[in-house]
């Protein structure tokens, strides 16, 4: 059987982020066209602990729902969430851990709603002796735990971690967790990340995951609505062909994203300039040029504040030769190398500065 999965949608009343709604829609949309009956909700359904989830259930309600079943696993966000918040009869609040099996065919699921008092191996542990390695899949929500880990910015800390060793004693055959909000696939584990991005800085394209209960194989499907975020910036320098040089720089980044054409207007680009031009005005409308059909937030317009006035040819032209031989050298990877970008701005303050 097959069974859409996210996680993360930090819900809200429509009113104030409409967006949310609008991405759950799509990721409905398309389970109906593909005869897909039932979504997993792998935690943070909510954006805060909240009585009134009447949005929401009017979207499970709406007729060309009643045929999705919603299985709803409380984050770190709604941990309080229960079956009594909903009347619904399509909505099922799995706020204990449980072994669900959609059909005879199917392996196990495990439902592991997040707790703030235990690891997901703490949690796990009383339900070891029924799992068949490698025969069981596990869905929770959590942090997973290597040495190197990919944080949430918006939540420091810890949270329900699963582990390697967690891993390798009870392998499950695919663990799809929801809490980080960035798509990452590791293995056999699997962060469908947040639909939606909530702000700026959760940028890129989003998606939902398509589980087969059956052999545990995930598929990958982008969602079709919703912003679009890219949190960019760039250096610019006053060459004598300063607003050439600016163009393919746009250009550049612009390939990086990937879009398709009917994407790019979903696309909100908040674009951060610093350096030196010769002209402010001109390099604003340059850059609006270069992006014309996206949308700039905060309010239509590149931030320049770090950008200065300078028409010192010699030195932009020396700039630039560091930039070339940045862009061309074998460079650093690790936690405390400087990127390419930092190392170069760095070098335009040393060459600028009197």
């Known amino acids: ?79 309080g969430l229960t079956q009594k918040a909903f009347a619904a009869e399509n909505v099922t609040v799995h706020s204990a851990p449980e072994i ?33 390695p490698g025969a069981w899949i596990l869905v929770g929500h959590g942090d997973w735990m290597e040495g190197m880990r990919e944080p949430n910015p918006l939540e420091p800390g810890v949270y329900m971690p ?8 009870l392998k499950p055959v695919r663990v799809i967790l929801g809490h980080v909000h960035k798509p990452l696939d590791l293995g056999c584990l699997h962060y469908p990340g947040s639909p939606c991005g909530l702000d700026v800085t959760e940028t890129g394209r989003r998606r939902f995951l398509v589980l087969d209960t059956e052999s545990g194989f ?6 079709n609505a919703g912003p679009l975020f890219f949190d960019e910036s760039i250096v610019v320098l006053p060459l004598e062909d300063e607003s050439a040089t600016l163009g393919r720089i746009l250009e550049s980044m612009i390939r990086g994203w990937g879009l398709r054409d009917s994407e790019k207007e979903r696309a909100q680009v908040r ?25 700039l937030i905060p309010d239509g317009e590149a931030d320049l504040t770090e950008v200065s006035v300078s028409e010192d040819v010699e030195r932009a032209q020396l700039a630039e030769r560091v930039r070339r031989q940045i862009e061309n050298m074998d460079w650093p990877v690790g936690p405390d190398a400087p990127g390419r970008e930092a190392a170069f701005l760095q070098a335009v303050r040393t060459i600028y500065e009197p």
């Open 1 to 79: 059987m097959l069974m859409a999965v996210t996680a993360d949608l930090h819900l809200t009343p429509r009113r104030e982020h409409p967006e949310r709604f609008i991405v759950l829609e799509d990721i409905l949309s398309q389970m109906r066209e593909t005869g897909l009956s039932e979504l997993i909700i792998a935690g943070d359904i909510f954006d805060q602990e909240i009585r009134n989830v009447s949005d929401f259930e009017a979207v499970c309600r709406d007729p060309l729902n009643r045929s999705i079943r919603f299985h709803l696993l409380p984050g770190n966000h709604d941990a």
């Open 100 to 132: 669900y099996k959609p059909d005879p065919a199917s392996l196990p699921v495990c439902f592991m709603p997040y707790r703030n008092d235990q690891t997901m191996g703490e949690a796990l542990s009383p339900h070891a002796a029924g799992f068949v």
């Open 162 to 169: 699963f582990t390697r060793v967690d891993l390798e004693t």
């Open 218 to 223: 995930v598929q990958f499907r982008p969602v």
């Open 271 to 295: 674009l951060r300039a610093s350096g030196y031009t010769t002209d402010k005005r001109r390099l604003a409308d340059s850059i609006r040029n270069g992006l014309e059909g996206f949308h």
